[in-house]
């Protein structure tokens, strides 16, 4: 029988959030059924809470960074048993047979991959529900092993923030030798200087904020440039391998690209539409710079960066709320009035029940 399961959702664009009883699905043999215990908040989450992107489907119950235990298994699971520690990131199916499902890169899946909240499954066309719940049930392909070793809280955004991070890190071959700068001191921007740190780059922070210096080397950075004065700029001229651009909105590129050595790459993992002002050409063809973007990660690398987390004792910083607060805690979030990220003790979901 279906599960009705006790949830935090949004019934329109304009209403809070607020307790909601949903249906999940009945298990299937290859499924995994999870008892969330924490879920990181992403400002995606409150995109699409308020139909930003113009693609939400209410009632929606958001949230993509899962950490839970295990509390039952399907008959043809096996990777996963009952009190397992796991995740869930952003992608609960995929169509499993395109060249880029094939690879291990669900994220790029050519027929669109099943995202964990506000989307259709696509085997019986429920609506998917987020982590902002006391349960989930999802496909055992698209869970993953949490170790023991690391805080199970600061774990939970590594499910985004931090594969959104790493996975760029690790395609363009970020290593020892490595000049590496990150734009944008945020949720994103903390997990990058932490990853790039770990792989043995030398790592610059590009902030337009004074005073974040002491913060920066903290997190991992051995150099901050402020980005508005143009002494600092013109002095890391043709410096960095790899920019990692973590700020969400429209912002001015041209001054980071001529930052970028002859081969350079600045991957964009924050905006997601248009570049204003215009990108300028001449530094990128005269310097065989690229500009390109990144989109989470897969199963398989997203697996990888857990080990790699447990290995390196690398979490997110983090502060813990009670679902009860997560409408403020989103009008928190558009001040950036978070360090540097909110994780939801979902033990505080039954008061509201």
């Given at each position: 029988?279906?599960?009705?399961?006790?949830s935090?959702a949004?019934?329109?664009?304009?209403?809070?959030?607020?307790?909601?009883l949903?249906?999940?699905?009945?298990?299937?043999?290859?499924?995994?059924?999870?008892?969330?215990?924490?879920?990181?908040?992403?400002?995606?989450d409150?995109?699409?809470?308020?139909?930003?992107?113009?693609?939400?489907?209410?009632?929606?119950?958001?949230?993509?960074e899962?950490?839970?235990?295990?509390?039952?298994?399907?008959?043809?699971?096996?990777?996963?048993k009952?009190?397992?520690?796991?995740g869930?990131?952003?992608?609960?199916?995929?169509?499993?047979?395109?060249?880029?499902?094939?690879?291990?890169?669900?994220?790029?899946?050519?027929?669109?991959?099943?995202?964990?909240?506000?989307?259709?499954?696509?085997?019986?066309?429920m609506?998917?529900?987020?982590?902002?719940?006391e349960?989930?049930?999802?496909?055992?392909?698209?869970?993953?092993?949490?170790?023991?070793?690391?805080?199970?809280?600061?774990?939970?955004?590594?499910?985004?923030?931090?594969?959104?991070?790493?996975?760029?890190?690790?395609?363009?071959?970020?290593?020892?030798?490595?000049?590496?700068?990150?734009?944008?001191?945020?949720?994103?921007?903390?997990?990058?200087?932490?990853?790039?740190?770990?792989?043995?780059?030398?790592?610059?922070?590009?902030?337009?904020?004074?005073?974040?210096?002491?913060?920066?080397?903290?997190?991992?950075?051995?150099?901050v440039?402020?980005?508005?004065?143009?002494?600092?700029?013109?002095?890391?001229?043709?410096?960095?391998?790899?920019?990692?651009?973590?700020?969400?909105?429209?912002?001015d590129?041209?001054?980071?690209?001529?930052?970028?050595?002859?081969?350079?790459?600045?991957?964009?993992?924050?905006l997601?539409?248009?570049?204003?002002?215009?990108?300028?050409?001449?530094?990128?063809?005269?310097?065989?710079?690229?500009?390109a973007?990144?989109?989470?990660?897969?199963?398989?690398?997203?697996?990888?960066?857990?080990?790699?987390?447990?290995?390196?004792?690398?979490v997110?910083?983090?502060?813990?709320?009670?679902?009860?607060?997560?409408?403020?805690?989103?009008?928190?979030?558009?001040?950036?009035?978070?360090?540097?990220?909110?994780?939801?003790?979902?033990?505080s979901?039954?008061?509201?029940?």
């Open positions: 029988m279906a599960l009705n399961i006790r935090f949004t019934p329109s664009a304009t209403s809070p959030l607020g307790p909601l949903v249906t999940r699905r009945d298990p299937r043999a290859n499924d995994v059924v999870i008892d969330i215990l924490y879920c990181g908040v992403c400002h995606s409150l995109h699409q809470a308020r139909n930003d992107w113009h693609n939400s489907i209410y009632p929606m119950v958001p949230g993509h899962i950490i839970g235990r295990v509390t039952s298994v399907g008959a043809s699971v096996s990777k996963f009952e009190g397992d520690l796991v869930v990131g952003c992608l609960v199916d995929s169509c499993q047979h395109c060249p880029s499902c094939a690879e291990g890169l669900e994220q790029y899946c050519e027929e669109g991959a099943t995202v964990t909240y506000n989307g259709i499954d696509r085997h019986d066309g609506p998917t529900f987020g982590g902002y719940s349960r989930i049930v999802v496909s055992d392909k698209f869970v993953v092993n949490v170790s023991e070793k690391i805080d199970p809280k600061a774990a939970a955004p590594l499910l985004c923030a931090g594969i959104t991070t790493y996975s760029p890190l690790k395609h363009w071959k970020v290593g020892k030798g490595s000049k590496v700068a990150v734009i944008g001191l945020g949720g994103l921007g903390h997990m990058g200087l932490k990853f790039a740190k770990a792989m043995g780059a030398d790592v610059t922070l590009f902030t337009r904020s004074p005073g974040k210096e002491a913060e920066a080397r903290r997190l991992g950075a051995d150099h440039v402020l980005s508005t004065d143009q002494a600092q700029m013109d002095a890391v001229a043709n410096q960095f391998d790899f920019i990692l651009d973590t700020v969400p909105y429209s912002h590129l041209n001054p980071y690209t001529a930052t970028l050595k002859r081969d350079g790459t600045l991957v964009l993992v924050g997601i539409g248009p570049v204003e002002p215009t990108l300028m050409t001449v530094p990128l063809v005269l310097g065989r710079r690229q500009v973007g990144s989109c989470i990660g897969g199963i398989p690398e997203t697996q990888e960066m857990m080990d790699f987390c447990a290995e390196h004792n690398i997110s910083d983090i502060e813990m709320i009670d679902i009860q607060n997560i409408n403020d805690a989103y009008e928190r979030m558009l001040k950036s009035d978070v360090k540097y990220r909110f994780v939801i003790d979902m033990k979901l039954q008061q509201s029940f």
